[in-house]
């Protein structure tokens, strides 16, 4: 295989490529290096992904690289634009335009190509094939060398980036459908089991979403976040093992009923355990309700004792028990709710995540909305 | 890049193989696609891949290909060998041996190489790293092109494809692992529900082994067989919406509470509604008491108008709430429960469940002990 008059060789670009965008598994990963690497493939100002919907019929934008923001709105166009459609989607071939303002194709006053809307002059666009099947479309514009004119081996190139990439692509997909079915599944069973707690319906939900706002702030790395997600998740699972009665009984408990309700940590423990890799979430659930002074349950553990997972879920935790109705009192409002909080900095909970959660309440409001 | 002296061009051997390697997420398919293309590559009569354990020390057998029954257990031994530990995994370099009978690092009497337990005279050894992590090693033994002797070169291009295959294995890992994940937690979640009834413990996932193996019977493929096993695991998830009084009921059920009781099916397809794609699952938690000659509940539906799904998963509940104890009756033995579904056939149960049911029980008895 001899290198083109250019100066790139294609099979080492395409190895290059290849591997690449192999690394990850994370779709917006994939999705960047893909255009990355295409726009240095074959020099051009910008690429774009487009991914195929459900119906399989229309191209959704994905990903650009290269575009101002203004200009992206304007490029989302050409993924439903007919002559795209027609030629990628329906006979899976690439479409390959030198001069946009003086083709016949765009005579389409709709399209939206002009210095200040969409700077494009030329472009390149191949379909994403997996199994005979367009899976979406990659798009390159306006070529930088060779007299800024895309040329035969520069489709070449870009149709055999696309088959390349496109296995990539799919398999982040099918990564992160798993993933999306994983939580999804895990909150409607967990639903179901707070649904047995009239006064706690949506409640794990909303603390998985306060837990996980605090531990952003906290600047935890995407792996913890993802066991906070589910430990704050899981939180309460033990109260499947706690009598009806107890849970939705409607004045104050006895000191025995308390005692009893007050398993439902060492229960979830007990459930959760049989999850594999379960290590990683289980403290989250065991130490929601020790204390920052030592004076929680069930083992009184104190400060950098607790884990960190645990010391954010009790904050958490209590922001949503004081936000909505219970047993033997109303909804506090929101603000009372916030001020308790801070009241108790140090006491029941660790200042630090105190902290985080005053900036998040205040930074994102609509996130601390029951 | 040019062709090597003998006539085959690495990055076209590579660009092939990382291609090829990623087609697939599951672990078998990628291993079995890296053991034949380095077979093809290097032209050896085997090849084996082995991965790093959790320990990060020892090296596993994945998978072989080339090698007689026999001959696998001792390849075995290759993977916790001195020589091969040392230079693979803690120096992270390859090792190249061409006469393995007059090498002295083989004058270590315990390794297996001999015409009759582990025909291999020369081999060559390549870790498989992934961010200078050694996660693997991939092993091609006895050359059979250019003399019968490995050169500087092959190592070089095993090497290279080693790097290749890491990524796509190391992929092909995190989804096994983040199903597993997905799974156990269904599982241990499912296990709590069962727990609230004291009589069905353990129900759910026997529901899911048999329903399993019957589908095998049948010749579902891999995606239908997993959507059976969700759907299996989660058949009587809505009983989290029966009261307590009611599931744990020691005497027989009042027509009132039986109509509870039912509600069963509907409630869990309101829960199991809310995940992502439940389309594929639902009908087998909706129809799961439906009967073949339309007695059933909740609609009545006959025949082919029950999902294949719901009429496998019918078998197993059945099968599975005969052989254990009820609070109305003690457990049936396994033969009289056996008797009894094929006595339902064609009026409780679709006929060619109860064949597949009765053809498994036959040839897999241990699959069919609760």
Redesign the interface.
Known sequence: ???DRKGY?P??I??SV??TV??S?SLKEVSRVVLRESINALGTDHSSLFLIDESRRHLMLEEVMGFKRDEIENIKVLGSWEAINTQLVKRKKPLMVNDVHRNLLFKDKKLPFSKERLPVSSFLAAPLIKDREVIGALIVSNKKRSMRVFAKEDMHLLRTLS??VA??LL?AR??E??????I??????????D??DPYTSGHSERVMRYSTAIGRVMGLDEARLENLGLSSLLHD?GK??I??KILAKPGKLSSLEKRQMRLHTSIGVR???????AGKIIRGIKEHHERFDGKGYPAGLKGGAISPEARIVAVADTFDALTTNRPYRKAHTKDRAFLNIRRGSSRQFDPAVVRAFVSSYKKDPRTWSP
């Open positions: 295989m001899r290198a060789d099979a080492r395409l190895l290849s591997n192999s690394t598994l088959n390349h296995i990539a398999n099918l990564y459908d798993m993933r999306e079915l994983f999804s599944t895990v909150k409607s069973l967990v639903r179901a089991i649904a047995k699972v499947i093992g009598r009806e459930i959760v355990d049989t999850i594999k890799n």
